[in-house]
């Protein structure tokens, strides 16, 4: 066992450190305030490969890795939570699914302008009552002969109404329950049918925008389904099996950020005589903070090695996912406190740290289902796939 990073990960991770430090950091307050998306800074990250690490070489990958991809989403994130949603929306979502259930044909179409960031990604399960339990949805496309036709509604889709190309999850077949769900690339901007709007209303990650999809009797042709009729589940769980890595890694950078955050203020703040990183109780939470996040970046780090060697890996994606955003919240919840009023400004990070960290808790996946997902595989129910 090596828990050594090797030469080209540790450069990997610098340009991403320096990225985050140089391109985002500097902007970041206004740009919240303004609930700023930049696609330019899309289209930096994908210049710089940061979304081309899972995919095939002959796609236009790096030949790089999930390792590589956590590496760099893990920095982007220790500086804005925001900034770590591309990751998923223009390669562990989109990208990789297509690459591994697409046509020749969808994969030379989507892929490059997905992983090079000209193509903004999204993938389309959620709906207003449809959440955690999939099979719930209620959206439906119709074989209409020469094209199926799609009416329903989508909500708290992240790069919904920006979106250029990504996945739609709808029933093609709803007597056959969660097998008659099939999975589509549908392109929304010149989709007549299809409207989307922001969600405005947002806590926090302000700088990536969510939104939702409406469809009314929207036509899409044939050959936009991927896979067959009805492994829209299937295919909808392996990708969140690979999206929910984005997010662990996301949450690991949170949860570092807080920490260097609240470290470097209790190193600097006096108060009864003393900095205070010398009182007890304030040691006692960075304690905490400190082996929750080394723990949190263990299970992240193993399962994208897992992923990176191809050997089962739910079980331990989902751990990582579970571990990192609970972690995540604390970090920022413990932050904030030993800010004090500071904390509680919105002149300081800290606030911002927690409110995106909230959302780790809930995106692809929440807490209860990773925990569903871990004890149905420790009690032997379901096998680790
Ligand atoms: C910022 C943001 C971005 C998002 N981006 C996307 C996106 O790009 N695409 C997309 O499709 N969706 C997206 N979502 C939606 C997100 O994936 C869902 O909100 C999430 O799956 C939870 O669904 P829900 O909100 O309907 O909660 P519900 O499923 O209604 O759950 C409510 C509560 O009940 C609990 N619960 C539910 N079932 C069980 C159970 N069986 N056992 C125990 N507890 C249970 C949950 O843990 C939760 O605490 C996004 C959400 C946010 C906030």
Redo the contacts with the bound molecule.
């Keep these: 066992m090596n828990f050594e990073l090797t030469e080209e990960q540790l450069l990997v991770q610098d340009t991403a450190k320096r990225f985050a430090a140089e391109d985002i950091a500097p902007t970041l307050q206004e740009e919240e305030r303004n609930h700023e998306f930049r696609i330019d800074r899309v289209a930096r990250m994908g210049e710089l490969g940061f979304f081309s690490c899972v995919v095939a070489e002959k796609l236009g990958g790096n030949g790089m890795g999930f390792m590589e991809s956590v590496l760099i989403a893990e920095q982007i994130a220790k500086v804005s939570a925001s900034w770590r ?1 591309p990751f ?2 223009q390669n562990l ?1 989109p990208a990789l699914t297509v690459e591994k259930f697409g046509t020749e044909e969808q994969k030379r179409k989507y892929i490059p302008g997905w992983i090079d960031g000209t193509k903004l990604g ?5 709906e207003p ?5 999939v099979a719930s949805m209620r959206t439906v496309a119709k074989d209409a002969g020469d094209h199926w036709e799609i009416n329903g509604s ?7 109404h920006v979106g250029d190309a990504g996945l739609l ?1 709808a029933y093609t077949d709803r007597e056959k329950k969660h097998k008659g769900i099939s999975a589509f690339i549908i392109e929304p901007k010149t989709l007549k049918g299809c409207t989307a709007r922001a969600i405005e209303t ?1 806590l926090g ?1 302000h700088c ?1 925008p ?1 939104g939702e999809f409406f469809f009314e009797g929207a036509r899409i042709p044939k050959d936009a389904i991927l896979g067959e009729p009805g492994d829209g589940f299937k295919i909808c769980m392996w990708q969140l099996n690979n999206t929910r890595l984005g997010c662990a890694a996301g949450a690991l950078g949170v949860a570092g950020g807080a920490l260097d955050l609240a470290i470097n203020y209790a190193n600097e703040r006096v108060q009864f005589g003393k900095r205070i990183s010398e009182h007890q109780m304030i040691q006692s939470q960075i304690a905490e903070m400190a082996v929750e996040h080394q723990a949190a970046q263990l299970l992240v780090y193993r399962a994208a090695w897992l992923k990176d060697q191809g050997k089962p890996n739910q079980y331990e994606t989902s751990m990582a996912k579970f571990a990192a955003s609970e972690a995540a919240v604390h970090a920022a919840n413990e932050c904030m406190k030993i800010f004090g009023s500071y904390g509680f400004s919105t002149e300081y990070p800290a606030e911002r740290f927690y409110r995106d960290a909230k ?1 780790l808790q ?8 990773q ?2 997902i871990i004890s149905g595989m420790a009690l032997g129910h379901t096998p680790n796939r």
Excluded: Q
Excluded at 129 to 133: H, V
Excluded at 154 to 160: G, Q, R
């Design positions: 949603l998923n929306m979502g999204f993938f389309a399960m959620t009552n449809t959440g955690s339990d989508k909500i708290w889709i992240s790069n919904a999850y947002k990650l990536a969510t959302s809930v995106v692809e996946g929440t807490s209860n289902v925990k569903l």
